[in-house]
């Protein structure tokens, strides 16, 4: 599968990819964009987080490194979680068999990101990813 492009291509984006939904295998990748091993097995534990008492998972308290940066998680659920570092931003999302990661830039809001990974999304459980 090479479905970066799908993100990229958009102009919301300008790093992605997509990895299994265990996050051990890179299916597809922009140049230059990495994710270290740790930092997928923590986004995968935090797809796993059920929350305290309250709902809110760890990874709100911790935050989310992706390509050595850290962001602030905004929101974090079974789905989605969506960073910010600054005015930049990433957008995680899980289908069934996949993990998208999209970074988007400064000058890209992350809702209109955030609606670009999640039609993908949608469209990849639609087809059974």
């Known amino acids: 599968m ?3 492009h799908r993100l990229v291509g958009t102009g ?3 790093k992605a990819a997509i990895f299994d939904a265990q996050g051990t295998s890179v299916w597809a ?3 230059g964009f990495s994710v ?3 930092e997928l097995k923590d986004v995968v534990t935090a797809f796993n987080d059920k929350g ?3 709902g809110v998972k760890q990874v709100q308290s911790t935050g989310i490194h992706i390509g050595g940066e850290r962001y ?3 929101k974090a ?3 989605s979680l969506y960073g910010k570092k600054g005015k930049e931003g990433i957008v995680i999302v899980k289908t069934t068999q996949a993990l998208l990661v999209a970074h988007h830039p400064e000058t890209i809001q992350t809702p209109n990101a955030a609606n670009i990974v999640e039609t993908l999304a949608d ?3 639609k087809v059974g990813y």
């Open 12 to 14: 919301q984006m300008d």
């Open 36 to 38: 270290a091993p740790q």
């Open 123 to 125: 469209y990849l459980i």
């Open 29 to 31: 990748t922009s140049p």
């Open 72 to 74: 602030v998680v905004l």
């Open 2 to 4: 090479r479905g970066d």
């Open 52 to 54: 305290d008492a309250n």
């Open 77 to 79: 659920d079974e789905r």
